[in-house]
């Protein structure tokens, strides 16, 4: 008897969970200015994948980030990083699991002036009291291609080499997931698919599990899987994205007038 083993799509492989939520819910103020920016939303972000969020503009993208990495609390329903239940954790707690285990990556890329690039890099690290690896930070710096930059501060860098510093600040720590809300929506394209490789590259070669939120197709297409958000719930889950499928998926919202 031969048996064959066939290629797991991404997105299809059951791996286990970095994160997860179970009936999420997230409601803002009340009575008539009562806001449900999420609505019992339930997945899985798995392992070693690099998934996107998209939707229209208000369809509850950072709402779900933000509650999934412990940012902001949640009114009902369960958020987990790897077993970890964040919902019921103290804010000491919180913060500790936050430092340790989530890696962050904003529009702005907050680094910090007066540092170099390999200051700011290892500062979570130093601020956590942790030892750095120094074989892994080679790997990582390497990986995001600033290894000629680390004595620069951010003013001596570009946009896109900027936000390289803080990818690798977040990939420095070997976080179980790494959160990105829109990290190149203030890039040029060319920059912007530059920190998208890197990124893609930290989630194939490093086994790193990246979530980002983005408005666009074409840094979806960088990702596994593509989950999209409308009114506070999930209506759809792509795996495979290219961004013609993407944009197809998204002129569905435009036609309802509710573009991102
Ligand atoms: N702090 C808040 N107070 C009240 N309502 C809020 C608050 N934050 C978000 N909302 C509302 O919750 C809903 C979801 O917002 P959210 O920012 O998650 O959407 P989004 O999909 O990320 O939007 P965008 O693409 O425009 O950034 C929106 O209706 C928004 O107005």
Redesign the pocket.
């Known amino acids: 008897m031969t048996t064959s083993i066939q290629p797991v799509p991404a997105g299809l492989s059951g791996g286990l969970a970095a994160a997860s939520a179970t009936d999420l819910s997230?409601v803002?103020?009340a009575g008539e200015?009562r806001?449900a920016?999420?609505d019992r939303v339930s997945l899985d972000f798995r392992q070693g994948e690099f998934t996107a969020i998209m939707?229209?503009?208000?369809?509850?993208?950072?709402?779900?980030?933000?509650c999934m990495a412990g940012l902001d609390s949640v009114s009902s329903g369960s958020a987990r990083i790897g077993d970890t239940e964040l919902t019921t954790l103290k804010e000491k707690k919180l913060t500790q699991l936050r430092r340790d285990k989530i890696g962050f990556i904003f529009q702005a890329f907050n680094l910090l002036p007066t540092l170099n690039a390999l200051e700011n890099i290892t500062l979570p690290l130093d601020i956590a009291g942790r030892k750095v690896d120094r074989a892994w930070l080679d790997q990582v710096v390497s990986t995001v291609g600033l290894s000629g930059r680390l004595g620069h501060r951010p003013s001596q860098l570009s946009g896109g080499q900027q936000q390289r510093v803080a990818v690798a600040r977040a990939l420095a720590s070997r976080p179980e997931i790494i959160f990105g809300d829109?990290p190149t929506g203030n890039l040029d394209s060319r920059a912007g698919s530059e920190v998208l490789g890197f990124l893609r590259n930290s989630v194939r070669e490093l086994g790193q599990t990246v979530v980002i939120?983005t408005?666009d197709p074409v840094a979806a297409s960088y990702s596994d899987r593509v989950v999209f958000?409308a009114d506070?719930r999930i209506v759809d889950d792509m795996a495979s994205p290219t961004a013609e499928k993407v944009l197809e998926r998204m002129k569905g919202f435009d036609a309802k007038g509710r573009t991102?």
Not at 55 to 66: A, D, R, V
């Open positions: 997230k803002y103020g200015t806001v920016a999420l939707g229209p503009s208000g369809s509850g993208k950072s709402t779900l980030m933000h829109e939120v408005h958000l506070g991102s």
